[in-house]
């Protein structure tokens, strides 16, 4: 199993809304309403998602192969993702969680997703 930035970027973008912009440190990354929902780690083979601070614990803990954080992320929405771990079909639904958690209610309409993933 693995899950890379490419094919995270790729589905990102099938969602609503989503358009490739500069995030706050300059990286170029899938962004709804100026938001991001995936960015790319520092280190190869690695990329930062966004998600609730319930769903990282969750994650972490059921899978720490894929899933952990730094201390710079730690207390923060975000967790970092490792590519070759990741299982494609839950990065899919993170990545449109994800995304539904900032974009507006004609994008979740236009997707079909008036309720959360």
């Known amino acids: 199993m693995s899950f890379s930035w490419d094919e995270a970027v790729a589905h990102a973008l099938t969602l609503p809304g989503v358009t490739m912009g500069v995030g706050a440190k300059g990286s170029v990354s899938p962004q709804v309403r100026g938001q991001q929902i995936v960015s790319q780690g520092r280190a190869p083979g690695t990329y930062v998602l966004r ?3 319930e769903e ?4 972490k803990e059921t899978d720490p192969d894929t ?3 730094t201390p710079q992320y ?8 490792n590519a070759a771990s990741a299982d494609p079909e839950r990065m899919k639904l993170l990545i449109e969680r994800a995304w539904w958690d900032r ?3 004609k994008q ?4 079909g997703m008036e309720a959360r993933p």
Do not use: H, K, Y
């Not at 730690?74 to 993702?81: A, F, H, I």
């Not at 979740?108 to 997707?111: G, H, V």
């Open 67 to 69: 899933f952990w954080q």
């Open 108 to 111: 979740r309409a236009a997707a």
């Open 51 to 53: 998600a609730t601070r």
């Open 103 to 105: 974009a507006s209610q």
């Open 56 to 59: 990282i614990v969750v994650l």
């Open 74 to 81: 730690e207390g923060w929405p975000t967790v970092l993702v």
